[in-house]
Structure formats: C-alpha cells, structure tokens
C-alpha cells in the first residue's frame, strides 16, 4: 500500500474534540469515585458487613471484596470491547457509565449484617461485580473514543485528559469522605453517613451521560463502517496477532495499578487504622494532594508530545521508585499532618505522570479494527493483578512483618519491572502513531477497492 503524507488538518473540530475529552473525563470521575470511596470507607464499612473481634481481620475481608470488582473488570473489557469495536465507541461508552451510575447508587442502599445478616456481604460482592465489570470497559473506551479524535497537534495534552479524570474522581472521593466525616458523628457515620458518597454517583451519572448524548462516534470508526472493515471477530484477531502487544499493555498496567493501589487506597487506610491519624486529616491530605496528581498528569501529557511517551514513562517509573522506600519510613514515623500532605503530594506527583504516556500507548499499538478490544483486554488484565490485590497484599505484608513501611517494597519492585518494559515499547510520539493511522484510514477511504488490503494490514502486528 502506498504511503500517504500526514494530514495537515484534523478529522475532528477542536470543539468536537473537547467535548469529547471531557465526556471521557466525567466517565473517568465516575469510576474512580466509585471505586475509591469504598476503598477510603472500608475502615467504617468493614464492620458493617464483615463483623469481628479483630479488626485487621475485617479490613481484610472489606479488601478482598474490593479486589472482587477488579476480578471482572477483563470480563467487562472484552465485553464492551467487543462492543466498542463492532457497535462503535459511543455506544459502548453510554451503556458503561450508565451501569457504573447505577450499581454505585444501588451500594449506597445496601442493608448492613445488623439488618439482613449473611445476606449483606453477598449483596455487597454482587453489586462490586457489577461495578466492576463496568468500569472494565470505561477508560479505556475514553482513551479509545479520544485517541481517535485527538488534535494530533495537541494529543499529548489530550492523553492526559481522560487518566486526568482518575485524580478528579480520587480528590472527589476523599474530600466527600472529608466532609461527610467531619460533619458527622461517629454513630452517624456508621448509620447512614458511609452510603452518601455512592448516592453522590446519581447526579454525575446524569450529568455523563448528557454530554455523551450529544457525541458522534469517532471519525476513525466511522471510516471502518463507510469500507466495510469492521473486525467480525476482534478478540480472535487480538489473540491470534497481536498477543505481545496484550502483554505488554498488561505488564504497565500491572504496574501503575500497583502504584495506584498501594497509593491511593492502602496508604489512606493504613493512617487511619495504624499510624492513629484523624480520618477527616487523612481525607482533606489526600484530597489536596490530588491537586499536585492533576497538575503531574496534564505536565506529563504534555512532556510526552515533545520528548515521547517511552521517556517519560521510564522518568517517573525510576523517580518512584527510588522515592517509594524513604516515602513509606516517612509516613510510617511522622506525627506531623503536613509532613504527610508533602510526602503524599510527591508520591502523587511521580506516580500519576506514569498515566497519560501509559494510556496514550494503550490505544497506539493497536489498529482501529481492534483498539478497543486488545486495550481493553491487556489494561484490565493487569488491573486485576496490579489494583486489586495490591490494597490486600500491602495489609497482609504489615500484618505478616509487623512494619509499616514493608508495602514500599512491593511498589520498587513494580517500578523496576515497569522500566524493563517500558523499554521494548515502541519510541514514537503519540502523535506520529496517530498520523500512521489517520493516512491509512484516508487513503482507503479515497479508494474503497483497497478494503481486503487494510483488512491484511490491520491483521499483522
């Protein structure tokens, strides 16, 4: 096939492309909102439905059904993959928030053990699953419907919009939790104060799902409908040409999942149940430091389009992961509130800039007939084995060695196999990588005979 020059001008409006980006990031809000107000509740929601003696016992038990949302989240994947890539991004996109919303608001309705006994810890599983296996196919359907609309002048900046979501959605979660928390009291908390923050999922439900109404498919997309190039069978092909690619999608997320875990979850819940500090302290602390992980996520969106997204992955993995040791010490000896909002808004500032470079990879490395599947696919893999078990490894390291700062070791480890990685990543820009796919896309759009070629090129890696 020849080669096709770089377009000069983009398939999209900027206008359209923001809506876009922000429709994305209000999905992205969501599911972390969700997921991270369960993971700063699960001290006072552990009780509630997982009574006993020892306390550590319980948050075990809250943390496991936390990793049960992620258990599914592969499930989900390749179910709105699939979606995604035969029905078009939109469309999967309006059902995935639209079940997030929803299950979100059913937990916040939950009966407790008190009420119903046996029952709730069984309803509380269920309702985790079906989160789970919606936010399976969310961002990464965001980055999908983004890098496939993005100014390619700007798609640095507009990588970091959707995973910029995910900071939104955590400052949310803890500042609710803050608040809610300090306006209440103890008994209040455990009574009904715990379900606000998932009843709080209606309203930005809504508010998603209005501006995704509103949305087109993306241009890339509706260039496989118009040339007859919609993959039948797009998991068949993931799995039969494109497996490295799935592996190594699986192996970042893996990755900054550990990271995200561990810093997002499990260090919130160890100042509270271990270090003794107020749980409302802890909550304002990791709300404000949810500042620094936007500023760190929207830098490094832009540092990607200039120096690339394999340089500025690798920066932050081996700044995180000689800061991952002194942080945990610190955190485990300090006293001092302030000196955790510093340690914590470091921690976030290295930490969250892995996101955009990491996601602009996700949706590069694989063709448009597939992206959707093989990302989807790979990302919620690693998910599970890096975000869902992290929060409980991380309690089981300190119940198991007795030191607080034991969980640090998990995240150097990550952040050394994510360097080893990262370096068999391709090196270009995410930009370049869409310029490769948009004059693919035109030239068979000029020239429909050359249909059965695309199709051959989309199914060699």
């Known amino acids: 096939m020849a080669t096709t020059p770089p377009l000069e001008t983009d398939l999209v409006s900027r206008r359209t492309a923001t809506r876009i980006a922000f429709a994305g990031f209000f999905g992205t809000v969501i599911e972390y909102f969700e997921f991270l107000s369960y993971g700063y509740l699960a001290v006072i929601i552990a009780p509630l439905f997982f009574p006993a003696e020892n306390k ?42 639209l079940v997030m919303g929803l299950s979100s608001v059913a937990l916040g309705l939950l009966p407790t053990y008190a009420a119903v006994g046996v029952l709730a810890p069984i309803l509380l599983i269920v309702v985790r699953l079906v989160q789970g296996f919606s936010a399976g196919g969310e961002i990464i359907g965001s980055v999908t419907y983004l ?63 209005l501006i995704r109404l509103k949305l087109e498919d993306s ?90 997204r394999r340089r500025t992955l690798l920066a932050s993995l081996i700044l995180l992961g000689i800061y991952a040791v002194p942080a945990f010490i610190i955190l485990r000896d300090t006293k001092s509130i302030l000196v955790v909002l510093i340690a914590l808004a470091i921690w976030n500032l290295f930490a969250n800039a892995q996101s955009p470079p990491s996601f602009g990879t996700f949706a590069a490395i694989f063709p448009p007939a597939i992206r959707y599947t093989g990302a989807a696919l790979g990302f919620n893999i690693g998910v599970v084995l890096g975000g869902g078990l992290s929060p409980y490894f991380s309690q089981l390291m300190l119940t198991t060695t007795g030191d607080q700062a034991s969980p640090a070791y998990l995240v150097a480890a990550a952040c050394v196999v994510g360097v080893v990685v990262v370096l068999t990543l391709p090196k270009g820009t995410k930009a370049e990588d ?28």
């Open 219 to 308: 241009p890339e997309f509706k260039l496989l409908v118009e040339n007859s190039a919609i993959e039948k069978t797009p998991i068949r092909t993931v799995l039969r040409s494109y497996k490295k690619q799935v592996l190594q999608v699986l192996a970042v997320a893996m990755v900054i999942n550990i990271v995200g875990g561990v810093g997002s979850t499990y260090i919130t819940t160890a100042l509270i149940a271990n270090a003794g500090f107020p749980a409302g302290q802890v909550y304002f602390v990791t709300a404000g430091a949810a500042i620094v992980s936007f500023a760190a996520m929207i830098g490094s969106g832009v540092l990607s389009q200039r120096i690339g």
């Open 147 to 209: 890098a496939e609309a993005a100014p390619k002048k700007y798609s640095g900046l507009f990588s970091a919009i959707t995973p910029a979501g995910s900071t939104v959605g955590v400052g949310l979660a803890a500042l609710t939790a803050a608040i809610v928390t300090s306006t209440t009291s103890p008994q209040q908390m455990t009574e009904w104060g715990w379900r606000i923050p998932f009843l709080l999922c209606l309203p930005l439900m809504v508010v998603t799902i």
């Open 56 to 97: 550590s016992l319980s948050i075990l038990s809250a943390f496991l059904v936390f990793a049960t949302g992620y258990f599914v989240r592969p499930l989900g994947g390749l179910f709105f993959g699939r979606l995604g890539d035969k029905r078009g991004r939109r469309t999967a996109l309006m059902v995935t928030v």
């Open 434 to 461: 869409e310029a490769a796919t948009v004059a693919l896309l035109q030239e068979t759009a000029a020239s429909p005979a050359n249909n059965e070629a695309m199709r051959r090129q989309l199914d060699t890696p």
